[in-house]
Every structure is written in C-alpha cells, then in structure tokens.
C-alpha cells in the first residue's frame, strides 16, 4: 500500500523464490486496480518459466484449490543439496513423487492455491504451535492485529510459562499504549477464544536482526497476564480446586472464574473425565448435560457447592485367585477376535520416533517396569465352564526386539519427518513429544509412509488372547540420533486413553522417576462392573435404550459403486486430511456460540451428508466412547470403550442450526446413558443378523 502511494504508475511485481532454487521461482503482478488487504499478504504468483510448483501435504500428495500444503518446487533451477550437510540434504531435497527420477525441494512455507490460479503464502510449516490441544499459527494472529486502526506493526509469539504451558503473547508498536481489554475485544469478535493471547505488550518498534528480520529474541517477556475473557482469578475455594482439574484435563495455564471449558480446549471426552473427577475430589456427581449448560468455571462451582453429596467412589477389591471375570468390553473384544480370520484387526500397533542418545537398555528396563507396575498388561484371556475370562500372570518377561532398519530408511524417515513442518523443535511446540533424558519420544502413532505403515503391518503378527504377552516391543536404529520404538497391542488389554497414559509413565521410568503405586487394577474395576450390572442404574439406562431404538431400525443404504459383500470385511483404508485454517476457525466458534463440542459440529455436519447422499430421513450411527465414566478409571490403563448407537432423524429442508441443536440433545442423552454395554443392548433388540453390516448401524 504505502509502495503504491509513492509510485502510483509503478507496476508491483511480487518475487518468491529461495536461495535453493536460485533465487526466484514465482511472480505476481500487482492488478493496478487492486484492493490490498493491509491484514493479508500479497499472493506470489504463479511460477516462472523450466520451473514447476506443488502444494503437497506432509505424505507429498497434492492438495485440492484451497487447502493448505507445503509448497515444493522442481525444475532446473533446483539446486543439488547442501554442501558437507548430507543429513539437512536429505530432509530438504527429495524424490518427486508424481515424475520418475526427479527431485524436489520442500521450501517448508505452507501456501494455498487461489481461485485465479496463483499461491498464497500463509506462513512457515514450522510456526505452527499447539496450545490447549489447537493448532494455531501466530502469524495469522498478528495479521489481525495490524488490521486494526491504531497499530503500525505486531507480532504473536509463544512462550512457555511458569508451568510449563505455552500461551500466546502479542507485541505491538503504536503511537501510544492500546488498553489490553480493547484490544481482547476485537480479536474475540474475530477469533476464538484458544486464539486470544495472554497479553499484549506495546513497544516502541520491534526488535530487528542485522539482517533486517524480527529478532524473537530479543522481545521482553510479558509484564503481567492478564485474565481477558476468564475475568478475575478463582474467589471461592471451591473455584480454586475446580480450577486445579481443569488444568488437569486441560492442560491450560491461566484459567479464571469466567473461563469457559470448551473454550480451552474442552471435548465430550474431556467433560466425561472432569465428570469424573468432580466426584472423586467433591464426593457429588454432574451429570453431562449439566457441565455443557454451564461451561463457565463459576457456573461449575456453584452447581457442585449446591449438589447434594454421594459417596465416596471406590470399586471393589478382587481377592486372589486363579481367574477373574472379564469386563462387558474385555468379552464383546474376546468374541471379535474369534470372527477375525486374520488375526490381527484388534491389534494396536503404532511408531514412536526416538530423537537423541537414548539408552537401549535403559528403555527395555523401562518397559519391564511398565509391564511389572500394571497387571492388565501381564493378562490373559481363556474360556471357564461357558464364560470368558481373565488370568494375571504374577510375572511376565517382555523383550524389546532390535530391529534391523531397511536401507535407506534413515533418508525416508528424515524426508517424512520434514512433511510435518521441521524437526523435533516444531513437534515440541506442538505439544506431540514426550520429553526423555537426553533426548525426545515424538508421540506420533500414524505411520508417514507407506513404505513404514507395509513395514509395520508385517511386524504386526496375531496375537492369541491365551498365551502371553499380549504386548510386543521393537526398537529400530535409523542413526547415531534417530530410532523407532514399535509398539504393538491387543485391544483387549488397551485403548486410546490407556496408550498415552503407558507413554507418559515409560517416559517417567526411563528418566528414573519412582511413580506412586496404584490402589487398584483392572481386575477390580471388572469385578466392580460385574455387581453394577445387577443395579437399578443399569435397569434406567436399559430402559431408555430400548425407547430410543424401539420398533424397526432403519439400514442406511449409501449408493455405493460394488454391491455389498455377503459377509463385512475389514478390508478398507483411511484417508487423513486438514482442514483450512480458517474453516477449523469457523467451526470451533459454532460450536462454542452454540455450547456444543466440535464433535457435535461435525456429527451434525455427518448426518447432512449422508442424508444429502441416501435421502433417508432416519439414521443409526454408531460412535465409540471412552467408557470411563467411573472416577477411578481416569489414570488406570485397559479397555474401557464402548459403542452407542445414535438414532438421527435429519429432514429435507431443516436448518443446520436446529439439526445442530437437535444433535447435540441427541448426544447428551446418549453419553449420559453410555454405560450399557453394546452387546446387551443387540441381546435385547433381538435384532435380525445381516453378516454384511453391523447389527444396529
């Protein structure tokens, strides 16, 4: 803008290109009639001449007009590497994907095709933080911030805390200090709440490099935090307490007598587990329903003051004994098993990569102490007198297997890990890593390659629910910094929850931390649930399962390309995508100005769908649920799952808005109800089987 101000009859050409590709690889002429957006950055353009430019996601495949990528460039100006630098050669410089032979360069800048054909240039891959579960980009932050009327310059960072939580920080050059409430304001109109920084710091210019670019440096560190939306810190003791779960389950830093749950980053699973705590540490219980009609930290406190006390949750000490009775999961798991002819669709295997001089030997003793310290993982599964059951071996060696790496594999690896926005400082950032001593566990279960994902699918062999272990351990060399750690499990002893509370406690064993003994086993809670089965609670959730799928359930038939197989198979793939940036935006406000979790959003969003593809006005649509409604099952490893089916009924012509309202009744009375188990509820129905689908959905 201010370029044009000065040389109206100039033409504006914008130049991209890094130093790798010599120098310049895309153009843009400024239209001179264009209206630019001060908040917004000039496109770059289309590329130049023998040069080719791509927008691929973190496994290289090209991304739809639209959608963000990485932006990565061929042709002839490409250079061939980095010299002495073989290492960052390999992660920068790799195979083209789409030309046989042919080489790219991943520039590391996340980019979108316009509609007019040219790029956008939204920021680097590796300035993405994750901050109360959300991945959030700063710039994008600042960008709003320069978009208001009194600010020349600013710029969002995240710093880590006192705690240890990063949080987002803004600075800003102005003809004067802005108030702090102000300026919160206008972002929340604009943004969601998770994106709103902690504070906001005025300076006289921001602080610059020799070369000319922002010194993050050399930025003070924030004067004071300011509360914004939250308001005041905790009053009541009861505010205080609560607050300590939230920060729990939360991960946040500074929450406030008006901070909301689902703005920090708060799901139905998290409300189910705050559920949890809130009668572990309070002794009264809330149902669901009630933690999303008052989101808000006071709403909650003064819900719990006024609760009538229950008591105090415990679940029921299992004598020794040879054999246990297995849990509703443990048994629908069991039977699943027997109907898998290959073997191995109940299996959990997963990679871990390892970054820094990590101990072999000191992480197979971790993992013994890991298989030592929880009896589930030391379990074993049989048949006595017509009932599923379970053993507990008092010992159970487990080796962690030394893998030999394929060749070329430390060159892959490095390639795949530069997709997901540079290195392991990026995922530290990013909340995915697990520190160790002398070196980082990145938490990342999804295979980056399919040449990884057809190793990991050969190591993974059946397991046989009667002979242990029913856990298996490998540990692959890449290089002298860089390994993988194969984790493979049965679903029947684990789940979701279970294999990130595993990870944190080896980390905690490898690094030598003593963990407090646990009081009870999964064993216990088995036998707990066993005599809850016989309860009035089971009887009242019984009941509304039966009303809601009374009379004739109704098959959704999608218009599928193959006929339908006899028999359901669990041959099929999945395909992984991210949503734009500003879209994740749009929906996170929706579904927090509606008091809803994202996954009410977008289970709304499923039923248009398949309502738009099947015209059925009625559906049953079945979602898997963490299962943890007990306060003791929180921090306790095992299978906890269960599966809900829900009955929608969208219609030709409603409004998303009153679908929305009525999804969201939907899933609070269903997640209310969701200790029934699924295989009684078939048991009761009396449903006609079809081997081709799922009995109820």
């Given at each position: ?6 040389f ?5 050409v ?12 895309a ?10 957006d ?7 353009g ?9 927008v ?7 991304q739809?007009q639209?959608?963000a ?24 410089f ?8 042919g ?18 240039y939204?920021?680097r ?13 700063p ?5 709003r911030?320069?978009?208001l ?5 600013a ?5 880590a ?8 920080h803004?600075y ?18 604009a943004?969601?709440?998770?994106m ?6 005025h300076?006289?210019a921001?602080?610059?490099t ?44 500074t929450i ?8 920090l ?14 009668r ?17 930290l ?10 009538e ?7 029921l ?35 871990y ?6 101990d072999?030997?000191?992480l197979?003793?971790?993992?013994q ?12 599964f ?28 430390g ?5 795949a890990?530069?997709?997901?926005g ?25 295979p ?15 397991f046989?629910?009667e ?12 290089a ?9 499990m ?8 279970t ?8 980390a905690?064993?490898y ?7 646990s ?13 809850w ?6 009887a ?7 009303r ?14 193959r006929?339908r197989?006899?028999v ?13 940036l500003?879209l994740?935006q749009?929906?996170s406000?929706l ?25 059925q ?6 979602t898997?649920?963490a299962?943890?409604?007990h ?31 009525q999804?969201?009744?939907?899933t ?17 129905l ?12």
């Amino acid at each position: 803008m201010r370029l044009r101000a000065c040389f109206p009859e100039a033409t504006l050409v914008n130049a991209y290109g890094p130093t790798e590709c010599t120098v310049d690889a895309a153009l843009y002429t400024v239209p001179p009639d264009a209206a630019i957006d001060a908040g917004a950055p000039v496109p770059i353009g289309r590329p130049i001449a023998n040069t080719a430019v791509y927008v691929l996601d973190e496994r290289l495949r090209l991304q739809p007009q639209g959608a963000a990528g990485e932006l990565c460039i061929a042709g002839i100006g490409l250079a061939r590497g980095y010299r002495h630098l073989p290492e960052l050669t390999a992660t920068r410089f790799v195979r083209h994907p789409l030309v046989p032979g042919g080489w790219l360069y991943r520039t590391g800048d996340r980019v979108r095709w316009l509609e007019d054909g040219t790029l956008r240039y939204l920021g680097r891959m590796d300035e993405q933080v994750k901050i109360r579960g959300h991945r959030i980009e700063p710039e994008g932050i600042a960008s709003r911030l320069r978009a208001l009327a009194d600010i020349d310059d600013a710029v969002v960072v995240a710093r880590a805390g006192s705690d240890g939580e990063l949080a987002l920080h803004a600075y800003y050059t102005a003809a004067h200090p802005l108030d702090e409430s102000a300026l919160h304001g206008e972002l929340s109109r604009a943004l969601p709440e998770t994106m709103s920084p902690l504070t906001y710091t005025h300076l006289a210019a921001l602080p610059l490099t020799a070369s000319g670019k922002l010194d993050k440096q050399a930025l003070p560190m924030p004067q004071q935090a300011v509360y914004g939306a939250a308001g005041t810190p905790p009053q009541t003791d009861t505010e205080r307490r609560l607050a300590a779960i939230w920060q729990e389950l939360l991960g946040a830093g500074t929450i406030g007598s008006q901070s909301h749950f689902f703005a920090l980053g708060g799901h139905s699973l998290k409300a189910m587990l705050l559920s949890g705590r809130i009668r572990a540490v309070f002794g009264v219980e809330l149902a669901l329903a009630e933690l999303f009609n008052h989101p808000v930290l006071q709403a909650q406190a003064r819900l719990i003051d006024a609760a009538e006390r229950v008591g105090e949750a415990t679940l029921l000490r299992a004598d020794e004994a040879p054999s246990y009775p297995a849990s509703t999961a443990q048994r629908r798991m069991y039977v699943l098993h027997q109907l898998d002819s290959a073997g191995v669709s109940y299996s959990m295997p997963q990679a871990y990569e390892l970054i820094g001089p990590l101990d072999g030997q000191r992480l197979a003793a971790a993992l013994q102490a890991l298989v030592d310290r929880y009896e589930v993982l030391r379990t074993v599964f049989d048949v006595e007198d017509g009932e599923i059951v379970q053993r507990v071996l008092a010992e159970l060696p487990v080796e962690l297997e030394t893998l030999d790496a394929p060749p070329g594999w430390g060159e892959l690896m490095a390639g795949a890990r530069a997709a997901s926005g540079e290195a392991e400082a990026a995922a530290a950032l990013a909340g995915d890593a697990i520190e160790l001593p002398g070196g980082v566990l990145i938490a990342d279960r999804t295979p980056r390659s399919a040449a990884l994902a057809a190793y990991m699918r050969d190591w993974s062999r059946p397991f046989r629910l009667e002979q242990p272990p029913l856990l298996r351990a490998g540990f692959m060399e890449l290089a002298s910094d860089r390994r993988l750690l194969l984790l493979d499990m049965h679903h029947i002893i684990s789940d979701g929850v279970t294999v990130q509370l595993l990870l944190a406690d080896l980390a905690a064993l490898y690094a030598g931390v003593e963990l407090q003994s646990s009081n009870w086993n999964y064993k216990d809670y088995a036998l707990w649930q066993r005599e809850w089965l016989r309860t009035e609670q089971l009887a009242a959730q019984e009941q509304y399962w039966l009303r809601q799928l009374a009379g004739e359930l109704p098959q959704t038939q999608l218009p599928t390309d193959r006929p339908r197989p006899q028999v359901a198979s669990t041959a099929g793939d999945s395909l992984s995508f991210r949503l734009d940036l500003s879209l994740a935006q749009q929906l996170s406000s929706l579904a927090l100005s509606r008091d809803c979790s994202l996954y009410m959003v977008l289970l709304a969003a499923y039923q248009t769908l398949l309502h738009a593809y099947t015209g059925q006005q009625e559906l049953t649509i079945g979602t898997p649920v963490a299962g943890r409604t007990h306060p003791l099952s929180g921090g306790m490893p095992g299978l906890f799952v269960n599966t809900l089916v829900l009955r929608a009924q969208p219609r030709r012509g409603q409004a998303f808005d009153a679908l929305l309202r009525q999804t969201r009744q939907l899933t609070l009375d269903a997640f209310s109800h969701q200790d029934y188990p699924f295989e009684e509820l078939v048991e009761r129905l009396q449903v006609r089987r079809d081997p081709s689908r799922n009995p109820l959905f």
